[in-house]
């Protein structure tokens, strides 16, 4: 879609002023038609004066510019340093900024309606390794599918910048009084509270918020949970502990020198340098800790015992939760084993989760210990099909059970508005081969009316009436927005005809049972 940006001064009242840009795109040779206004790199946050810190809340005397020098946000978010993948995420060092505690937001067009616009909250993907909200382009939803919301995307801390955990760690965390790991979660938190706090300042209603996520939730708020779920309670601190001292061993830092001494040479070390070498250890992805303070060590009991079920009830909160068909294509991609054998395998997924749940996993998977008939290798087709299980399909359907079928009976069903999405956009094919299919990311087309890229007119009207119409209905709070089905079987489905189906899950059964026995394996372990 081709579009032109020209200057936008906003005034955020106390905050100050700030200089985006009206998005506007030509529909005629000689008339432009306005999209939507956007304002990129909008500070959420202060950095902190060191690496693995808690970045901090803006003060209220915090102002973006004045009339006279406006803060300039017409460009993207930080990018937090991080490796590439495919052409989705180059490398690129350059362009690194480990303050990246910034989002960008697009607001319609005229006056707010009365109370503000709803607001959608869209936290970007990549496993937690990579990514960043500049990928994403919503002018076209706003202002072409009439999805009148204002729109939030922060970036955050990914992979080791966000996600590192050690008793080291932890030591230096207490003496300024903060909790340790799980950075890029406190990151995103902290772009919701500021959403909270801010966003009447842009045209949007505090009390009507859907976060594309499920880790943070207050009243009203409306969660949509797009191709991930949570899959297991995350790797303990002696977990972690192994993947830090790896990390060091790595870098030639003597796992002997004191603890101060151990993150004065991390923290001076180039970030370049830090993700080169992380690539190199058993333990390379850098995931969740069970840390106690972000996420406690009950999070999957809250989930059997209906506790999860029953708040959600209490807080009237709706979930949207899907996949796309063919999930692992992409998952296929990301850090394949290193060699086409079972054992191989295994060691990929310990990167990934905690060795006595991959041990539990395996089993059921592969009971022989033989490549499965369906599979063509183990260090790509199995490791496809088992990662995207893991990160999706069966999660996201033990999810569903565990808040439909929890010890204490709630019934959560009426909440749950379940997708599967079978058709994808010729666009697509700029960034994903066309054999792989409806693939995972293949379906942000959908979601953001082409995401910067073209639909054709058919196209249009295939993601209104399949899924953005109903979105902006769910977005903007109304009880009944059209998806025709709720409960735990049933799924909105979008064909590859681009027509609209409501189907019973064919693999619910298979998803609950690899979900039970991950529950299993984690209660054996206490």
């Known amino acids: 879609m081709e579009t032109i940006r020209r200057t936008y001064l906003k005034s955020l009242a106390h905050r100050g002023i700030i200089q985006g840009v009206t998005i506007s795109t030509l529909s005629s040779p000689s008339q432009a038609k306005d999209l939507c206004h956007y304002f990129g790199g909008v500070r959420y946050g202060l950095a902190p004066a060191e690496r693995w810190r808690r970045a901090q809340p803006l003060p209220a005397s915090f102002t973006y510019g004045s009339g006279e020098a406006p803060g300039q946000c017409d460009g993207g978010a930080g990018l937090c340093p991080q490796p590439g993948f495919l052409n989705i995420s180059p490398e690129n060092p350059d362009a690194w900024n480990e303050d990246c505690f910034q989002c960008n937001v697009w607001t319609p067009i005229g006056e707010a309606p009365e109370g503000g616009w709803p607001v959608f909250v869209f936290i970007h993907g990549g496993w937690l390794q990579f990514g960043s909200p500049n990928s994403f382009n919503v002018a076209a939803l706003i202002g072409e599918a009439d999805f009148d919301c204002v729109v939030v995307m922060p970036a955050y801390r990914v992979n080791l910048f966000g996600f590192l955990y050690s008793a080291e760690l932890e030591e230096d965390a207490a003496t300024v009084g903060e909790t340790v790991g799980n950075h890029g979660f406190w990151d995103q938190r902290l772009a919701l509270e500021w959403t909270k706090e801010n966003i009447q300042l842009f045209g949007g209603n505090p009390d009507l918020i859907t976060i594309h996520d499920l880790r943070i939730f207050r009243r009203r708020q409306l969660p949509c949970i797009w191709s991930n779920s949570p899959a297991v309670q995350p790797k303990q601190p002696t977990e972690t502990q192994t993947q830090f001292n790896q990390l060091l061993t790595a870098l030639d830092i003597p796992l002997t020198l004191p603890h101060s001494e151990k993150l004065t040479r991390l923290r001076s070390t180039p970030a370049k340098t830090l993700l080169d070498k992380a690539r190199t250890i058993q333990l390379h992805q850098f995931r969740p800790t069970t840390d106690t303070s972000f996420i406690s060590p009950s999070l999957f009991t809250t989930l059997d015992n209906g506790a999860f079920a029953r708040s959600l009830l209490a807080r009237n909160i709706r979930i949207i939760i899907g996949e796309c068909r063919d999930e692992r294509f992409l998952y296929s991609t990301w850090f394949p084993p290193t060699d086409n054998t079972l054992s191989a395998l295994r060691t990929r997924l310990v990167a990934d989760y905690p060795e006595h749940i991959v041990d539990a996993v395996i089993p059921i998977y592969y009971p022989d210990g033989c490549l499965p008939t369906n599979c063509k290798n183990w260090d790509q087709d199995a490791w496809g099909r088992i990662y995207a299980d893991m990160q ?135």
């Open 392 to 526: 999706v399909h069966q999660m996201q359907r033990g999810l569903v059970y565990a808040l439909t079928e929890n010890e204490a009976g709630v019934d959560a069903s009426a909440l749950l508005f379940r997708y599967r999405i079978e058709w994808r956009a010729k666009c697509v094919e700029k960034t994903l081969p066309v054999e792989w299919g409806v693939t995972h990311s293949s379906d942000y087309p959908i979601w953001f009316f082409g995401n910067g890229g073209l639909l054709e007119e058919e196209e249009k009207r295939v993601v209104r009436e399949g899924l953005v119409g109903p979105l902006e209905r769910f977005a903007c709070g109304e009880k009944e927005f059209g998806w025709g089905v709720s409960g735990t079987k049933g799924v909105r489905t979008l064909r590859g005809d681009g027509s609209v189906k409501i189907v019973e899950d064919a693999d619910w059964e298979e998803g609950v049972r690899v979900w039970k026995g991950l529950r299993d394996a984690d209660e054996r372990l206490v």
